[in-house]
């Protein structure tokens, strides 16, 4: 009996995922938990696994399609069976349009039926379909025919799909711009922001809109930190990361202020009796915040071990859901570069998180008045005013300041 397969809900913001490619055809024989295809949604790119056996007899979609959550992209059997007809909750796969990484708004009266993208027929699409046509020139069948029809070397059109793909709007702003410029006119370049960017952009613009911040800021004496990292190298010799020794701090400042380890949820906090700590890692031109587990059961160099890990991972964009969901508070670092202090924006519904800045050499004076030159590293807390008053995160922050400066 014929099985369907439908796309699963892949996270918590958003029901839809690009298609990037088949990673199976028509014909193929299909084991349970095997990858059928790969996909990006709002936080990464992952496999999506068959839950059955059995022969592939249709596969719907085409890549750099938008699928939503239901809809069934796979229907497996015997072989030779009848393909049943498709299942009326399952619509088709939708291109993605520029706005947006949804489905594309209907098209306005002055738009002609040519320029409005159609959507993808339900029909069976071999794994090759965004096959390299030069080096770091990736692009989808329909994408290459409206490039040969307008003349264009798709090596000169940047692509903003997962791992570079070149969509079909990417081909159409640099048709404009071309036409722009053969036309004499100064055209600004237009950069279309990944499905994972234009989340972050709601994400971000939500919690400044919607959340009452307020911050507050410390000077921690950074001396006995770097004394620390100089004494306790990796095994290959390399220095720990600052922000291991920041998330163990943090996680136990968190512990001792467990009101602001947690989530706002209208009438309550949920609070969580583990530091599930989220630090944020870009990758290329994209944010990402991948959790650290119970970081107040961990010693630093787990934590730096774990964290190398993530970052790895993050760059070469194979973070899982699982590595990125649950964060109850957030650490963001720009230390490496020279800031010195910043305030962050909430990772809402969190109610806390705490941006360093680099660490300086200061003179400063001793506690007998004489003067000398202190390591000095600012840490910048952003609270949400809904849930933790001025008090209770100044404590906070001063826990924090002192478990870095007597505890190491």
């Given at each position: 009996?014929?099985?369907e397969?439908?796309?699963?809900?892949?996270?918590?913001?958003?029901?839809?995922?690009?298609?990037?490619?088949?990673?199976?055809?028509?014909?193929?024989?299909?084991r349970?938990?095997?990858?059928?295809?790969?996909?990006?949604?709002?936080?990464?790119?992952?496999?999506?696994?068959?839950?059955?056996a059995?022969?592939?007899?249709?596969?719907?979609?085409q890549?750099?399609?938008?699928?939503?959550?239901?809809t069934?992209?796979?229907?497996?059997?015997?072989?030779?069976?009848?393909?049943?007809?498709?299942?009326?909750?399952?619509?088709?796969?939708?291109?993605?349009?520029?706005?947006g990484?949804?489905?594309?708004?209907?098209?306005?009266?002055?738009?002609?039926?040519?320029?409005?993208?159609?959507?993808?027929?339900?029909?069976?699409?071999p794994?090759?379909?965004?096959?390299?046509?030069?080096?770091g020139?990736?692009a989808?069948?329909?994408?290459?025919?409206?490039?040969?029809?307008?003349?264009?070397?798709?090596?000169?059109?940047?692509?903003?799909g997962?791992?570079?793909?070149?969509?079909?709007?990417?081909?159409?702003?640099?048709l404009?711009?071309r036409?722009?410029?053969?036309?004499?006119?100064?055209?600004?370049?237009?950069?279309?922001?990944?499905?994972?960017?234009k989340?972050v952009?709601?994400?971000?613009?939500?919690?400044?809109?919607?959340v009452?911040?307020?911050?507050?800021?410390?000077?921690?004496?950074?001396?006995?930190?770097l004394?620390?990292?100089?004494?306790?190298?990796?095994?290959?010799?390399?220095?720990?990361?600052?922000?291991?020794?920041?998330?163990?701090?943090?996680?136990?400042?968190?512990?001792?202020?467990?009101?602001?380890n947690?989530?706002?949820?209208?009438q309550?906090?949920?609070?969580?009796?583990?530091?599930?700590?989220?630090?944020?890692?870009?990758?290329?031109?994209?944010?990402?915040?991948?959790v650290?587990?119970?970081?107040?059961?961990?010693?630093?160099?787990?934590?730096?071990?774990?964290?190398?890990?993530?970052?790895?991972?993050?760059?070469?964009?194979?973070?899982?859901?699982?590595?990125?969901?649950?964060?109850?508070?957030t650490?963001?670092?720009?230390g490496?570069?020279p800031?010195?202090?910043?305030?962050?924006?909430?990772?809402?519904?969190q109610?806390?998180?705490?941006?360093?800045?680099?660490?300086r050499?200061?003179?400063?004076?001793?506690?007998?008045?004489?003067?000398?030159?202190?390591?000095?590293?600012?840490?910048?807390?952003?609270?949400?005013?809904?849930?933790?008053?001025?008090?209770?995160?100044?404590?906070?922050?001063?826990?924090i300041?002192?478990?870095?400066e007597?505890?190491?």
């Amino acid at each position: 009996m014929a099985v369907e397969i439908p796309m699963p809900r892949l996270s918590q913001t958003t029901d839809e995922v690009r298609l990037i490619r088949w990673l199976v055809k028509e014909g193929d024989g299909v084991r349970k938990g095997q990858a059928l295809c790969e996909v990006e949604n709002d936080k990464t790119t992952m496999e999506v696994e068959s839950f059955a056996a059995g022969t592939v007899l249709r596969l719907a979609g085409q890549p750099d399609s938008v699928i939503s959550a239901g809809t069934v992209i796979a229907v497996l059997g015997e072989p030779g069976e009848r393909v049943p007809a498709a299942s009326g909750a399952a619509g088709p796969a939708v291109p993605a349009a520029a706005g947006g990484a949804g489905r594309p708004p209907p098209a306005g009266p002055a738009e002609s039926a040519a320029s409005a993208p159609s959507p993808a027929r339900p029909s069976a699409v071999p794994p090759a379909g965004a096959e390299p046509l030069a080096p770091g020139a990736r692009a989808t069948p329909l994408v290459r025919n409206l490039a040969r029809k307008h003349g264009v070397d798709l090596a000169q059109v940047r692509g903003t799909g997962a791992r570079g793909l070149i969509t079909r709007e990417d081909l159409e702003d640099w048709l404009r711009d071309r036409a722009a410029g053969a036309g004499g006119a100064a055209m600004p370049s237009s950069i279309p922001l990944s499905a994972h960017q234009k989340a972050v952009a709601r994400a971000v613009t939500a919690a400044k809109t919607q959340v009452p911040h307020y911050y507050l800021k410390t000077r921690v004496f950074a001396d006995r930190l770097l004394a620390w990292r100089a004494a306790n190298r990796r095994a290959d010799g390399g220095a720990v990361a600052i922000d291991a020794l920041l998330v163990w701090a943090c996680a136990r400042a968190l512990l001792r202020h467990p009101r602001l380890n947690g989530t706002f949820a209208g009438q309550r906090i949920l609070a969580s009796p583990q530091a599930n700590i989220g630090v944020a890692v870009a990758a290329g031109e994209e944010l990402h915040v991948p959790v650290i587990r119970r970081a107040e059961s961990k010693d630093i160099r787990e934590i730096d071990r774990e964290l190398a890990s993530l970052a790895a991972r993050a760059q070469a964009g194979r973070l899982g859901l699982d590595e990125l969901a649950g964060g109850t508070f957030t650490l963001t670092n720009l230390g490496m570069y020279p800031v010195e202090e910043f305030a962050a924006v909430l990772n809402a519904p969190q109610l806390a998180i705490v941006a360093a800045g680099r660490i300086r050499k200061e003179l400063a004076v001793a506690e007998d008045e004489s003067l000398r030159v202190r390591a000095v590293l600012t840490l910048t807390g952003s609270f949400d005013h809904r849930a933790v008053n001025g008090a209770q995160g100044a404590a906070f922050l001063a826990e924090i300041k002192r478990i870095l400066e007597e505890e190491l």
